[in-house]
T-cell receptor, first 111, second 113 residues
Framework: QKEVEQNSGPLSVPEGAIASLNCTYSDRGSQSFFWYRQYSGKSPELIMF????GDKEDGRFTAQLNKASQYVSLLIRDSQPSDSATYLCAVGSSNDYKLSFGAGTTVTVRA | GAGVSQSPSNKVTEKGKDVELRCDPISGHTALYWYRQSLGQGLEFLIY????????KSGLPSDRFSAERTGGSVSTLTIQRTQQEDSAVYLCASSPRDREVQFFGPGTRLTVL
């Protein structure tokens, strides 16, 4: 079982729609969770981090965390073509300093 | 302020040559990480430095890979006797302390011919 699993996609959504990205993790003691966006040929860029159960909103982005289900998600509202990228879920280890990254979900927003 | 910088941005080398990649973290960040990303693949952890502690080298794929961090700031990743399978983008990240958000540099694209 991979430490962090994401649907690879591609996830295709029309402009203005909501894109929903899911991530599950295996380390039950993890306390920190991150979403990164990576454009093709570029390095990962932090979008959001979340530490507590529930929702965290930042502009058009909402991160949702459910530690009991070991599940974290990212919603992108009013999707724009500029949101087309690969989104990486990263989970902090419960016993050291490493982040485990998922393989990423590729999102394509259709104009 | 300035972000994480890496050099060179691209490196093409011949099989068997040694290469040195450089990372300059965000000023004041004590934690520094190296990752490797092969085409279409996820991030592979290589090595971690935190302050003056001994680095965690558990992700280095072979003894041809080594890294150092001088003065708690700049880091260099050295690959000796490069192989074609070493071709990848090498990413450096830093964070204010461990267990916190990591900020990535632009990466070095290494091509071994």
């Amino acid at each position: 079982q991979k430490e962090v699993e994401q649907n690879s996609g591609p996830l295709s959504v029309p402009e203005g729609a909501i894109a929903s990205l899911n991530c599950t993790y295996s380390d039950r003691g993890s306390q920190s969770f991150f979403w990164y966006r990576q454009y093709s040929g570029k390095s990962p860029e932090l979008i959001m981090f979340i530490y507590s159960n529930g929702d965290k909103e930042d502009g058009r982005f909402t991160a949702q965390l459910n530690k009991a289900s070991q599940y974290v998600s990212l919603l992108i509202r009013d999707s724009q073509p500029s949101d087309s990228a690969t989104y990486l879920c990263a989970v902090g280890s419960s016993n050291d300093y490493k982040l485990s990254f998922g393989a990423g979900t590729t999102v394509t927003v259709r104009a | 302020g300035a972000g994480v910088s890496q050099s060179p941005s691209n490196k093409v080398t011949e099989k068997g040559k040694d290469v040195e990649l450089r990372c300059d973290p965000i000023s004041g960040h004590t934690a520094l990480y190296w990752y490797r990303q092969s085409l279409g693949q996820g991030l592979e952890f290589l090595i971690y430095f935190q302050g003056n502690s001994a680095p965690d080298k558990s992700g280095l794929p072979s003894d041809r890979f080594s890294a150092e961090r001088t003065g708690g700031s700049v880091s260099t990743l050295t690959i000796q006797r490069t192989q074609q399978e070493d071709s990848a983008v090498y990413l450096c990240a830093s964070s204010p302390r461990d267990r916190e958000v990591q900020f990535f540099g632009p990466g070095t694209r290494l091509t071994v011919l």
